[in-house]
């Protein structure tokens, strides 16, 4: 059993440290620190900068989520754009939905889905090679700013507020999205640890509130985002698309062929907006500000220097292996 500890250094007043039992992968890539290593109780684990993004042990509770709840509120969603999310974890949720005709990934950082298709095959599954699926490799700033294409739903699986997803939690980024949606679109974005980071849930929440009508943050709980209930964020203009009852979503289900899941159910998805209080009254407070005007996006407070391996291999300085693996497949 190896010695080496893996800190995750986001939090600024507290660390979780992972049994690293082996290290597949560790790289700078031109992007980021990303680092892929076994853990013996959660499987093989991503960080990417120091911050935990995925373990094969419970990375299908946020994946469902982030992919379920907007692709079930609609009723017939075609078109999908998932911003980041090079793993493949939700778009490979999103290809489950038999309706979904094509579904884009703009991922700013090839080596995620490289390494992903290395080093965890099991979480894109098949999805990079759906013939629906597309792969644009750029910065998702730029390609919401320029595109014009439209979509039914549009998924922002980022990172943290900090290094190169920083712009993917601010206004601009958002009004760009809100341009690419469909009439009656959904946009969902992660919105980090409600308990411990109420003002990023509170000013993605104002922004929405401030661009849509209808801004509804909801949770789940993935235990490797160590500190409690992970908040998601769903915004629209139709109103109507969050009261479908239990009996629509399942039918939804049963005809799109999406089955087998692990954590998404019509009760699931149903109850995952009811909040607890003290989060209700934060969420209310900022769709109340983000109506008056007040759109103030979250503004990260300045990120701590990312990990440096205490023991280990030395970080590579760049990333031949990954180069040499077979590119992501970027269709045009
Ligand atoms: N606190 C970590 C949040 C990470 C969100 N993105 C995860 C990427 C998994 N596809």
Wanted: hydrophobic fraction near 40%; charge should be neutral.
């Amino acid at each position: 059993m190896s010695d080496r500890w893996i800190e995750e250094t986001f939090h600024a007043d507290w660390r979780v440290s992972l049994r690293a039992s082996k290290v597949l992968h560790e790289v700078k890539t031109e992007h980021q620190h990303l680092v892929i290593f076994d853990n013996p109780t959660w499987g093989k684990v991503l960080m990417l900068d120091g911050v935990t993004q995925l373990t094969t042990k419970d990375e299908h509770v946020y994946h469902e989520m982030m992919a379920h709840v907007p692709l079930m509120a609609l009723d017939k969603p075609r078109n999908v754009l998932v911003v980041g999310g090079g793993d493949g974890g939700v778009m490979r949720e999103v290809l489950k939905h038999s309706c979904v005709e094509r579904a884009v990934l703009v991922e700013i950082d090839r080596e995620v889905i490289d390494t992903a298709l290395e080093y965890y095959p099991e979480i894109p599954g098949g999805a990079f090679d759906d013939p629906r699926s597309q792969v644009i490799i750029t910065d998702g700033l730029k390609y919401m700013a320029e595109t014009d294409q439209r979509f039914d739903c549009i998924i922002v699986d980022s990172s943290e507020p900090i290094g190169p997803s920083a712009v993917l939690h601010t206004k601009e980024f958002f009004t760009d999205c809100r341009r690419a949606l469909l009439k009656g679109g959904i946009l969902v974005t992660q919105n980090g640890l409600a308990q411990l980071f109420p003002d990023h849930l509170a000013g993605t929440t104002r922004v929405f509130a401030s661009l849509f009508k209808r801004a509804a943050p909801y949770i789940c709980h993935q235990p490797c985002y160590f500190g409690g209930l992970f908040a998601l964020n769903l915004a629209t203009d139709d109103k109507m698309l969050l009261s479908n009852d239990a009996k629509t979503l399942a039918k939804r289900a049963r005809k799109r062929g999406v089955d087998g899941l692990k954590y998404w159910t019509p009760s699931v998805h149903i109850g995952s907006f009811a909040l607890p209080a003290w989060l209700e009254s934060v969420v209310e407070a900022a769709i109340e500000a983000g109506r008056a005007g007040d759109d103030r996006g979250y503004a990260a407070p300045p990120a701590p220097k990312p990990a440096k391996p205490k023991t280990g291999p030395a970080v590579a300085k760049t990333s031949a292996k990954a180069r040499k693996a077979a590119p992501a497949k970027a269709k045009k």
